[in-house]
């Protein structure tokens, strides 16, 4: 059953970082709501108020995944909506989005309505689930809520089951669905089919993952999203390209503070912006991902487009998968990888080396998914929206190892990495769900909604 928040709560001397600015003012809970942001020490203490002090820490929203893979239903030896949507609580993560590559595939608004009653009986924070495009359910497509559907999850490369759209009457008439955004893995098929004969000749079936990015070449990256590009602004649809691993794709990009504002819109994942193409040598498939980890410059291109305003989004692509499917030869292996338990800190350590700054973080992981997918009263700190909340400690430093890891798969390719970040309390709707360093048991699931 989900929980209900604690009458009246005030955080009190944590740094607030929201809406650019840093300060220490008091940050008041009543319910499920935002109830008043007071200056230090002046926010109402009447009987049964709980004061929470925060000196040294760092308080922000909650943060707003919008690119998860839970693998529920149909895939759960992996992973599922109770344990990941728990491992990312403990990550200061309070609403996810999660894609439609499951058992069924969420094809349909039927499966979509399957999905969120199993997120309503099962998840710790808040959820919403994308439909995927396929070649012949666009009737489907058609009939989705706007208020309640997050995008359209479009696949231009490889995928699971018949999520690959290739048909070119089809592409246009899903981006001619103007009533929701279309968010679209990129990746040519056509090159990488063809990427991957040549290895295959080459090399026979044992190939090092290194070759990964090769087979699945930028060209392939930077063709598919020129393309997927054109088909939006020819179609008038709203584009948000997933997952960019390329510096040449940033360049399709243009700035702005604003995301809604904007046609096309930028994601860059946690792992192209902390890997590159020298972590192939240690952790082999554990870093394969689609599209690919490449290259420090392209890592580089992607930081500082994401610096500038040309990336909007900054989420994870969590996509867990066994230890023993990930240790398969590289052609058996599966793409993807968990991270959602540690998407905030590893953005807070970039914070640390200089790389990017804790306000920038906030605005890309909190306020921007909330502004470009229209989210209703979510991302931000402000008086009556909801009490999604993220205390953090800047110095507490912490090593992944397997005693704490969260995820149900059990692994992680950060293992033996040290954050000088600890995320250490989450409120969802004005729930602990995450306190001290633990989850509390406690649930606070509501399904999110989009001012369209």
């Known amino acids: 059953m989900q929980e209900k928040a604690e009458n009246t709560t005030v955080i009190r001397n944590a740094l607030l970082i929201n809406e650019e600015s840093m300060r220490k003012p008091d940050v008041m809970i009543a319910g499920d709501r935002i109830a008043g942001i007071f200056p230090p020490g002046k926010a109402p203490s009447g009987a049964g108020t709980k004061m929470i002090e925060s000196s040294g820490l760092w308080l922000m929203p909650g943060i707003i995944d919008d690119h998860v893979h839970f693998r529920e239903p149909g895939l759960t030896h992996k992973a599922d909506i109770a344990s990941e949507s728990a491992a990312a609580a403990a990550g200061g993560v309070t609403s996810f989005m999660e894609m439609p590559n499951t058992l069924p595939q969420t094809i349909s608004i039927s499966e979509w309505e399957g999905k969120n009653r199993l997120a309503a009986e099962k998840s710790v924070i808040n959820y919403s689930f994308y439909i995927g495009a396929t070649d012949s359910n666009i009737d489907e497509l058609r009939m989705a809520d706007p208020s309640l559907v997050p995008a359209f999850k479009l696949f231009m490369g490889a995928s699971t089951g018949n999520m690959l759209v290739s048909d070119s009457s089809t592409l246009e008439a899903i981006f001619r669905l103007r009533k929701i955004p279309v968010a679209c893995h990129c990746e040519d098929e056509k090159i990488i089919k063809a990427n991957i004969a040549a290895y295959r000749e080459e090399y026979g079936v044992t190939i090092d993952p290194a070759f990964h990015p090769l087979i699945r070449s930028r060209e392939a990256a930077i063709a598919s999203s020129e393309t997927a590009v054109g088909l ?38 946690v792992h192209h912006l902390w890997f590159d193409d020298s972590s192939y040598a240690s952790k082999g498939n ?36 066994t230890l023993e499917e ?23 350590e970039l914070c640390h ?72 309390t989450v409120f969802a709707n004005g729930v602990p769900v995450f306190e001290e360093g633990g989850l509390t048991g406690r649930r606070a699931p509501e399904m999110l909604r989009f001012k369209r």
């Not at 020819?234 to 990009?253: K, N, P, W």
């Not at 690919?292 to 909007?312: C, F, Q």
């Open 232 to 269: 939006a602004r020819h179609g008038g649809a709203r584009l948000h390209l997933l997952h960019l691993s390329t510096a040449e794709e940033t360049q399709l990009l243009t700035p702005g503070a604003d995301p809604s504002a904007k046609q096309i819109t930028g994601e860059a994942c």
């Open 286 to 321: 554990l870093v394969k991902w689609n599209p690919p980890v490449r290259s420090a410059a392209d890592r580089e291109a992607l930081l500082s487009a994401v610096r500038k305003g040309l990336i909007d989004v900054i989420a994870t692509d969590h996509a867990p998968h």
């Open 326 to 348: 990930k240790s398969a030869p590289y052609f058996k292996a599966p793409s993807g990888g968990p991270t959602v338990q540690h998407s905030l800190v590893m953005m807070l």
């Open 353 to 424: 080396r200089g790389e990017l700054n804790p306000e920038l973080v906030v605005r890309k992981m909190c306020h921007n998914p909330a502004l470009l997918f229209g989210i209703t009263d979510r991302g931000f700190v402000r008086e009556g929206y909801k009490a999604d909340l993220v205390l953090v400690d800047p110095a507490a430093p912490w090593t992944v190892n397997k005693g704490n890891i969260l995820y149900k798969c059990g692994w992680s390719p950060l293992e033996g990495t040290t954050f000088r970040s600890s995320v250490i």
